[in-house]
C-alpha cells in the first residue's frame, strides 16, 4: 500500500486514546478548503514492511495497539484490504477516515472484519457538495457508505464548517441556518439520531498546503482564517436539534 506520512504517536486523531497514524496519498476529492494538498499530491515515501514491523514492534512493547489510516483518501488504495489483514494479524484496533466516495470498498471492509471504526466527512448540504467537493459528487454513493457505516463497530460523522468560494467571492454563507436546516433534514433520514456527530472549524494554512491558494493565511481575510464562533454555535444550534450527540470539536 502507498504511504505518504507516519506519525508514530497521536492523541488527536483518535479521540479513543493514543494511536499511530498513516497518510495515503492521492484523493477523488478536490475540496478547496482542504489542508493535505501535500498528500494528496504526494507519493509514497515509506516502504509497507517497514511500516507493519514498526506497528508490531510498538504493539509489543508499548501496547499501542491504535492505528488510524488517513489520507488523502484511502479506500482508493487498491491494497487497503491486503494491508489491513497485516494490522489484523498484529491485534491493533483500526481507525479509517473516508469521505465516503467508495461504498463498495467500505462493504469490503465491513464484511471482511479490518476495521474497528470509521469516521466518514459530510462535507455539508447536500446542494453544495459539489463545491465543497470541488467536483461533481455522486450523492447516492455518499447516502450508500453513510448508511454503511453506521454497522461498523464503532463510527462517527463530522463536517468542517469551511468558507466556500463563489463567483470569486470568499464567504460562510452556505452555512446559514435555512442550509443546516436542509442538511439536518437531508441526514437526519440516513443516519441514526444517537450516532456521533461532530462540527469542526476550518483554520487556515499557508499555500501549498491547502488545495485552494485563496483560501491560504496569505490570501484570505484575518477574520475568515478560524471558523467565527458565531457561526460554529448557530450550526450547532440547528444539528443538535437532531442529533443530540453533535459536539464541536
Not at 24 to 40: E, L, V
Not at 131 to 144: C, M, P, S, T, Y
Request: charged share 35%; net charge negative; aromatic share 10%.
Amino acid at each position: 500500500m502507498n504511504i505518504y506520512g507516519f506519525i508514530s504517536e497521536s492523541f488527536q486523531d483518535d479521540e479513543r486514546g493514543l494511536t499511530s497514524v498513516i497518510f495515503t496519498p492521492g484523493c477523488n476529492f478536490s475540496c478547496p478548503a482542504c489542508h493535505a494538498k501535500k498528500i494528496i499530491e504526494g507519493k509514497n515515501s515509506f516502504d509497507e514492511k517497514e511500516i507493519i514491523e514498526l506497528l508490531e514492534r510498538r504493539a509489543k512493547q508499548y501496547e499501542l495497539k491504535r492505528l488510524t489510516i488517513s489520507g488523502g483518501e484511502p479506500t482508493l488504495q487498491k491494497d487497503l484490504i491486503d494491508f489491513l489483514k497485516k494490522c489484523k494479524n498484529i491485534e491493533l484496533l483500526v481507525k479509517l477516515d473516508t469521505n465516503g466516495s467508495n461504498p463498495e470498498k467500505l462493504q469490503e471492509l465491513l464484511e471482511e472484519k479490518l476495521v474497528n471504526y470509521v469516521a466518514m466527512d459530510i462535507k455539508g448540504p447536500e446542494g453544495f457538495y459539489d463545491i465543497l467537493a470541488g467536483r461533481k459528487v455522486n450523492i447516492k454513493e455518499i447516502e450508500e457508505s453513510i448508511k454503511l457505516v453506521q454497522k461498523f463497530p464503532d463510527y462517527e460523522f463530522r463536517t468542517t464548517i469551511v468558507p466556500v468560494i463563489i463567483e470569486e467571492k470568499i464567504n460562510y454563507e452556505l452555512w446559514k441556518k435555512e442550509y443546516i436546516e436542509n442538511m439536518a433534514k437531508w441526514t437526519i433520514e440516513l443516519i441514526n439520531k444517537e450516532s456521533k456527530y461532530f462540527l469542526q472549524s476550518f483554520q487556515a494554512r499557508e499555500k501549498g498546503e491547502i488545495v485552494d491558494d485563496r483560501l491560504s493565511k496569505e490570501i484570505i481575510d484575518k477574520d475568515m482564517e478560524i471558523t467565527p464562533k458565531e457561526i460554529m454555535n448557530s450550526v450547532y444550534s440547528v444539528m443538535i436539534k437532531y442529533f443530540p450527540n453533535t459536539k464541536i470539536r
